[in-house]
């Protein structure tokens, strides 16, 4: 079983949608969580963390945590052709002191006009 | 915002030779670096975590005397990637956590990366 898991999609959305993306991850212990947008040649860009049950909204970005389903989602409200992109999942790993994160293999994101 | 910066962003070298990509956190200091490597279509993988004035951690698979990493200020680390060859050719990127922020998160934030290939 991986460590962190994503559809790798391509998950196709029309412009103004709800895109919704979904991540689990194995180790219980895990404290916090980030989604990365990356584009196409690009490094990655943190769009959202968060660290507590529940949901915590940034715009028309909304991340969701269920640490007792080990499920952290990302719904992007009205989307954008400009959201189309890879979504990376980032989970912190506690194998180490240095609590590197582990990120997701990423779902690949395309808003149709 | 917290800022890291990435030297060169590409570069292009023969077979046999070594390449020296920088890593600067801008505007805060970071005792923990991270480094990275993509193949195109894939996702990141954790090549080493870079510690100021100690060695850096290796992840498993990951020839440490291949991949040379100093960490010598709060705010600069480099990766050595020595007698390249061309399956070395990937998109390297670091990121650097702040020491102040990380008091409460660890957020992670990328330098823009650095595309290597080897002829």
């Known amino acids: 079983q991986k460590e962190v898991e994503q559809n790798s999609g391509p998950l196709s959305v029309p412009e103004g949608a709800i895109a919704s993306l979904n991540c689990t991850y194995s180790?219980?212990?895990?404290?916090?969580f980030f989604w990365y947008r990356q584009y196409s040649g690009k490094s990655p860009e943190l769009i959202m963390s968060i660290y507590s049950n529940g949901d915590k909204e940034d715009g028309r970005f909304t991340a969701q945590l269920n640490k007792a389903s080990q499920y952290v989602s990302l719904l992007i409200r009205d989307s954008q052709p400009s959201d189309s992109a890879t979504y990376l999942c980032?989970?912190?790993?506690?194998?180490?002191?240095?609590?590197?994160?582990?990120f997701g293999s990423g779902t690949r994101l395309s808003i149709r006009p | 915002g917290a800022v890291v910066s990435q030297h060169p962003s590409w570069v292009i070298c023969k077979s046999g030779t070594s390449v020296k990509i920088e890593c600067r956190s801008l505007d805060f200091q970071a005792t923990t670096m991270f480094w990275y490597r993509q193949f195109p279509k894939q996702s990141l993988m954790l090549m080493a975590t870079?510690?100021?004035?100690?060695?850096?951690?290796?992840e498993q698979g990951v020839e440490k005397d291949k991949f040379l990493i100093n960490h010598a200020s709060l705010t600069l680390s480099t990766l050595t990637v020595t007698s390249a060859h061309p399956e070395d050719s990937s998109f390297y990127i670091c990121s650097a956590r702040d020491d102040i922020a990380t008091l409460s998160t660890d957020t992670q934030y990328f330098g823009p990366g650095t595309r290597l290939t080897v002829l």
């Open positions: 180790d219980r212990g895990s404290q916090s």
């Open positions: 980032a989970v912190n790993g506690r194998y180490s002191s240095a609590s590197k994160i582990i």
């Open positions: 870079s510690n100021e004035g100690s060695k850096a951690t290796y």
